[in-house]
Every structure is written in structure tokens, then in C-alpha cells.
């Protein structure tokens, strides 16, 4: 199905990171935002705030985070695609509510414009310190899809991709974008409306006696539904049955968490998003992603340059962890070079993935700039020594 | 027990039915509350007024957050939805904005709705937003184990003061009022006639409506407070409940063993948010604006 033309700023533009994100919602077929201010993720709703009412939706900003990411569920169940945007602290007040909506498989966007941790941080500054938090940060085991552009016209593509997961996956869908890339203005070409492939809500085409709003169809994934039908449903996020009914018994407990894991699964080894380059004859991998991956991109010409076989895996997909991709690299490789705006994070699951077939460094940053190209050049050369 | 009292003839026909029985998931049943507990009185209220308000009952849905009152949602035959504790009126709020013909019914327990939820609850009454809070307050957290809450009474004992409770409480519908709420009224289980016909006021009235509803929770409060069983709770409300409509809120704060105002105390008409979204933005941006489509089978 392609892009409602009413949603589609078609044209060349020169946009910030979290301004092409908006246009992204909006194109992606969002007509519904909640959101609190918070920098440096503000600017995404502003424009939506501005956008929506000559396109046909409705922006409310609500009293706090908690209340913005159960809002924009509730605007799912009535028929909405919705997303909020926060940051740092508000990302953490938003983590109830990312696991109430993995639980209730209830299809979401959350943006994340990540800034400078822990606690208040650095409101103003980038980092890529909530990537954990961003998997593993609600109680209880789920799966969450985590998405990680590069760039403003990444953040157009990829919060439409995130959208169309979102819906494929009955799956909330974090943007972890950082405050580089949201605040850093580049070209962002936005298509015509009937070149973007949207992935409409899988709406069941069972009458309402014969409809189970958790029976998973072959994808492992069950339809949706909407308010006002008369399926006369029932959401909890209490562990229930393929009814919605709640229930306290193990194997129901054990079938349905697994599931919620299990169906992202694609995501993770053949429908993993990256971007590789140099990857046949490299000796050292730089595994990358968000604003990092373009200063890497620096160090790893100039190790070319000096004669070092460096290649880049960029991760684009972080959640699920492209695993089975690293593994096959780590069979080829001396060395995995993780350089990352955090004290050690994505590099754990490089490690994992690699299984000590190859070394894994990281180069932790602690967040409020970028790093230098020539640390992570360092790097390099002492993996490929 | 009298042995005459079973001595009434009667004679139930196989095929009776109770008749609040097609707006519950009777495949639900029995439900989890305890014996005396009065939330089921307020849903069989709750029952009567959707009957009597003829609403076409696919296009209500009932929103509940966490707690005892927290599980009606899932015994309603609606849609309805459990949400997370503290969060049903954000919740409300997104699904009435986006899908507007729904009538939402927010269903919640005064721990949920003023504790932890109280900020949502004061920002959608400032707002106007047209939700139908009903509050069942039956002073205390029972789901937990019967601890102190915002509208514990003072020198009353829970599980968590246990040498009496000393914080002030709210007053439920003074706030409400406070916070703007188009409609504010109390009344207690015993009260089943007339809490059943405000629910269908309420039905019936746009903008944020609130009902509070005394509540005995036996097993806890006033196990623990030595207050007798359900029989002595409607006793006790039948002695001290005074009917005062129009009464002002700010007399009507509860205490222990006092008088219990009861009423509608609030009945006024406010634009509500949707309203006031939809004449701001015709008056800024004209023909420009788009009305809001935000919920669509095909999206």
C-alpha cells in the first residue's frame, strides 16, 4: 500500500534530523502524537504540532511521559497510528509503558533523541547510552524493535520503516536516534506518495464470535482490531490467553512471553537492517551505528589509507541484534572495533555474537561530543597488530 | 439464621437470567471480588444505566487501571481495556480523541485514580476531555492487602499504619470540582437507585463527568477498623448519609465515622477539549484546517 499523499512533504529538503522524523510519522501514515517536551527531541513534535492540523490529526501534549506513552496506545486500540518522542529522563519514565505495549502487542513508535546520562545528564549534548535500556529497560522479558539512523535523511526512511515494522510485528518500535543526528541539517529527499510502501494494520477479517485478539497467525503475529467494531475485546496487560483473558497459568505464561519473542526473530538474522562495506578481505570490522558510524567511517579510510583491510558493519536494526551476522563475520575476521557515545553497551552483544572467534574492542566515549576519528583509527591498528 | 426465613416459597425458572447478564463476560464469571464487596453493586448500577441509556454498546468502551475496581474492565462485555496503574485516563484519552463516537468510560479504584494517577485526573478535568471517570472508592489499597491511600480517613488502621493514619486525605469531588470537571457527584452502594441514574446522566452529558462511589470493602477496611461485615456497611451508610444536591464539595470532606454528603454537587456546561481544539484552529487557520482523521480501517 503506498503513502497517503495528504501526509507527504514530497520534495528536497534541507531538514534537522528531528524535523525529517516528524515528516517521517507523517508520511508513515501517523495522525496521532502525545508527547512532553524534552530536549534535544522536542523539535519533533513542534512540527508535528504544527503540521497535523492541515493534514488531518490531532497532537495533544499531556501532563508527563507516563501519561504521553499510554495516550498514544490508547489512540492505537481506537484506529491510530501513534507514536511520542522523548529523551533521556523521559525515556525512562516511558519504560512501564514500552512494556505494556510489547505485552498487549500493541503496534507503537517511540522516538528517542538520546542526550547525555544518567540522571539529567546532559540535556544538550549526544550520547548513546540508553541502547540497553532501550531492550532490556521494562520488567519482565519482551522483544521491542530499536532502529539507529544516521543521518536526517535516515531519519525520514527508517521512522517509516519503523512504522511499518511496528505494524507487520505488533511491536512498539524505538527510534534511537542521538542529538547529533537530530540536531545536524542535511539534504532529505522526501519521494512522491505512491513511491512509499506503507504497511497497513492487519485488521481481522473474522466476524467478532470467531475472533481471538492474541490467536497468532502463521507469523507468529495476531490481527488487530479497533475499538467501536463490536469485537467487544479485552487488553491486558496482565499475562492472559489468546482470548485477552487473564491468566495465571504457567504454560499460557510460557507460551505467550516466548512468542513475544520469538516473532521478531526474522528481524535479527535474514531481515536484519546494516550496512556493510569492505567486508571480503577485511582483517578488522568497525561495528558502528548512529552518528558514530560517520566519524568511523573517517578512521576507517584512514586505516585503508595506512594499508589496514578495515571493513564497516553498520548496524542499522540494533533490537533484535543482527546476531547471526557478526557470527559469520567473526569466523573471517582478527578483530571487531566497536566505538559507541556510551561506556560499553551494543559492544557486549558483539561480543555474544561473536562467540571468541574474534577479538572485540571497544572504544567507549562517555557522551557530550563526538569521539575523534583518530581513537578509533588507534584501535584499529592495534586489532589488525 | 431465622428458619422461617427459607421458608419463602419460591420458584426461579430454568431459562431466568439475570438481566445485567448481557453486558458481562459471563464466560468470566465467578469474578475475583470478595463476598460483601461493593464494586459489583456499582457495576450492576453501571449495568442499568447502559440499559435504560439504550447506548449502542459497540461504541462504549470501559478503561480501568490497576487495583480491585481495576478488574471491572475485564468482566464488562465491551471493549475494554486493563490498563497500568495510575494510567487509565491517558489512556481514555488517547482512544476518545482518536476514534471521537466512543462513549469511554474510565472505571478505577481512588488509589489508582488519586495516588499515582492523580495527575492525570486534575489535567483531564483542567482539559475538559470527555471521559466518564467513576470512582470506586473504598478507602484503602485492597488488591494489595488493605494499606493506606489518598483517601484513607484519618485515625483509621491499615496495613501500612498500623498505629493509626495521620495524613489529611483528599476530598475527591472538591477536587474535581476544583480541577473543572463539568459533572461531580457521591453517592454509596446503598445508594443503587440514584447512583444508577447518575451513571445515566453521565452517559448522557458531554465533557469530564465524575462519580464517586463510597464503596465497603469488609475483608480489609473495615475488618481491620472494626466495622462489621457488608450488612453493617449499608447500615452505616443508611445512618449517616445526608443527600445534598447542589451541595457545596467543600463541605463534603469525609472522616471516619461522620456524616457522608452525598449528591450531585456539580452540573454545568463547558466547552469541552475537542471543542476548544476544533474552534482554535478554524479560527486560525480557516479553511486550511483538516479535521481530524485519525482512526481509519485502511491506514
Redesign the interface.
Known amino acids: 500500500m503506498h503513502a497517503d499523499p495528504k501526509g507527504v512533504l514530497t520534495g528536497v529538503h534541507f531538514l534537522d534530523g528531528d524535523h525529517a522524523c516528524c515528516e517521517g510519522t507523517l508520511a508513515a501514515g501517523a495522525r496521532f502524537a502525545a508527547g512532553y517536551p524534552i530536549t534535544p527531541s522536542t523539535e519533533v513534535v513542534e512540527r508535528f504540532a504544527w503540521r497535523i492540523p492541515t493534514v488531518g490529526g490531532i497532537f495533544i501534549q499531556m501532563e508527563d511521559e507516563l501519561a504521553a506513552s499510554i495516550t498514544i496506545q490508547g489512540a492505537v486500540w481506537g484506529g491510530a497510528k501513534a507514536f511520542t518522542v522523548t529523551s533521556g529522563p523521559g525515556f525512562s519514565l516511558m519504560m512501564e509503558h514500552i512494556g505494556y505495549a510489547a505485552m498487549t502487542e500493541t503496534p507503537c513508535v517511540f522516538v528517542n533523541v538520546q542526550r547525555g546520562g544518567p540522571s539529567t545528564g546532559l540535556p544538550t549534548l549526544p550520547a548513546q547510552a540508553d541502547m540497553m535500556q532501550a531492550k532490556w529497560g521494562s520488567h519482565g522479558d519482551y522483544g521491542i524493535v530499536a532502529l539507529c539512523p544516521n543521518s536526517p535523511q535516515e531519519c525520514f526512511d527508517l521512522t517509516v520503516t519503523g512504522f511499518n515494522l511496528a505494524e507487520e510485528f505488533r511491536v512498539p518500535v524505538m527510534m534511537m536516534l542521538d542529538e547529533c543526528v537530530g540536531h545536524m541539517t542535511e539534504k532529505v529527499v522526501i519521494p512522491e506518495a505512491d513511491q512509499l510502501a506503507i504497511t497497513p494494520r492487519r485488521f481481522t477479517k473474522l466476524p467478532p464470535p470467531e475472533f481471538r485478539l492474541f490467536q497468532p497467525q502463521a507469523d507468529q503475529v495476531p490481527d488487530m482490531v479497533r475499538a467501536g467494531d463490536g469485537y467487544r475485546f479485552h487488553v491486558t496487560g496482565l499475562t492472559h490467553d489468546e482470548r485477552g483473558y487473564p491468566s495465571m497459568n504457567i504454560e499460557t505464561q510460557d507460551r505467550s512471553v516466548r512468542r513475544l519473542i520469538d516473532k521478531l526473530k526474522p528481524l535479527a538474522g535474514p531481515r536484519a537492517l546494516f550496512e556493510a562495506e569492505n567486508l571480503d578481505d577485511a582483517e578488522v570490522v568497525v561495528v558502528s551505528y548512529g552518528i558514530t558510524s560517520r566519524v568511523a567511517q573517517r578512521a576507517i579510510q584512514l586505516a585503508r589509507a595506512r594499508g589496514i583491510r578495515a571493513g564497516k558493519f553498520r548496524i542499522i536494526s540494533a533490537w533484535p541484534f543482527p546476531d547471526t551476522h557478526i557470527r559469520e563475520l567473526a569466523d573471517s575476521v582478527k578483530a571487531f572495533v566497536v566505538p559507541e557515545l556510551n561506556l560499553g553497551q551494543m559492544v557486549h552483544e558483539v561480543a555474544r555474537s561473536a562467540q571468541g572467534r574474534a577479538k572485540v574492542i571497544p572504544v567507549s566515549h562517555a557522551g557530550g561530543s563526538v569521539h575523534n576519528p583518530e581513537v578509533i583509527l588507534n584501535a584499529i591498528v592495534e586489532a589488525a597488530r | 439464621m431465622n428458619a422461617s426465613a427459607l421458608e419463602i416459597p419460591c420458584e426461579i425458572p430454568a431459562d431466568a437470567r439475570n438481566p445485567v447478564e448481557p453486558f458481562l463476560?459471563m464466560d468470566?464469571m465467578p469474578h475475583i471480588w470478595c463476598p460483601a464487596c461493593g464494586i459489583g453493586t456499582t457495576v450492576n448500577c453501571f449495568t442499568r444505566a447502559l440499559e435504560e441509556s439504550k447506548a449502542n454498546?459497540?461504541?462504549v468502551?470501559v478503561?480501568s487501571g490497576i487495583g480491585c475496581t481495576g478488574r471491572v474492565?475485564?468482566y464488562a462485555?465491551?471493549?475494554?481495556?486493563?490498563?497500568?496503574h495510575?494510567?487509565a485516563?491517558?489512556?481514555?484519552?488517547?482512544?476518545?480523541?482518536?476514534?471521537p463516537?466512543?462513549q469511554v468510560v474510565v472505571y478505577s479504584g481512588d488509589g489508582d485514580l488519586f495516588a499515582i494517577g492523580g495527575?492525570?485526573f486534575i489535567?483531564a478535568a483542567r482539559r475538559n476531555m470527555d471521559l466518564k471517570v467513576i470512582c470506586v472508592n473504598n478507602l484503602t489499597y485492597a488488591m494489595t492487602g488493605g494499606q493506606t491511600g489518598p483517601a484513607t480517613p484519618g485515625q483509621t488502621i491499615s496495613a501500612t499504619s498500623p498505629y493509626g493514619v495521620f495524613e489529611p486525605s483528599f476530598n475527591l469531588v472538591q477536587l474535581a470540582e476544583a480541577a473543572g470537571a463539568a459533572y461531580v457527584a457521591r453517592w454509596t452502594t446503598f445508594h443503587v437507585k440514584q447512583l444508577a441514574r447518575s451513571m445515566g446522566e453521565i452517559l448522557k452529558k458531554k465533557g469530564f463527568c465524575f462519580i464517586e462511589v463510597l464503596s465497603p470493602c469488609p475483608t480489609l477496611y473495615q475488618r481491620r477498623n472494626k466495622m462489621g461485615d457488608g450488612l453493617d456497611a449499608m447500615k452505616f451508610y443508611k445512618q449517616v448519609s445526608k443527600i445534598r444536591n447542589g451541595a457545596s464539595t467543600a463541605d463534603a470532606a469525609l472522616t471516619k465515622a461522620g456524616e457522608i454528603l452525598v449528591g450531585k454537587f456539580v452540573d454545568r456546561d463547558r466547552p469541552d477539549y475537542f471543542d476548544l481544539?476544533q474552534a482554535q484552529?478554524h479560527a486560525t487557520?480557516g479553511d486550511?484546517?483538516?479535521?481530524?482523521?485519525?482512526?481509519?480501517?485502511?491506514?
Open positions: 463476560r468470566r454498546l459497540d461504541k468502551a478503561v474492565a475485564g462485555n465491551l471493549d475494554s481495556f486493563h490498563t497500568t495510575g494510567r485516563i491517558p489512556f481514555a484519552t488517547g482512544l476518545k480523541l482518536s476514534n463516537e466512543l495527575n492525570h489535567h481544539l484552529m487557520l486550511r484546517y483538516a479535521e481530524p482523521e485519525v482512526s481509519c480501517s485502511e491506514c
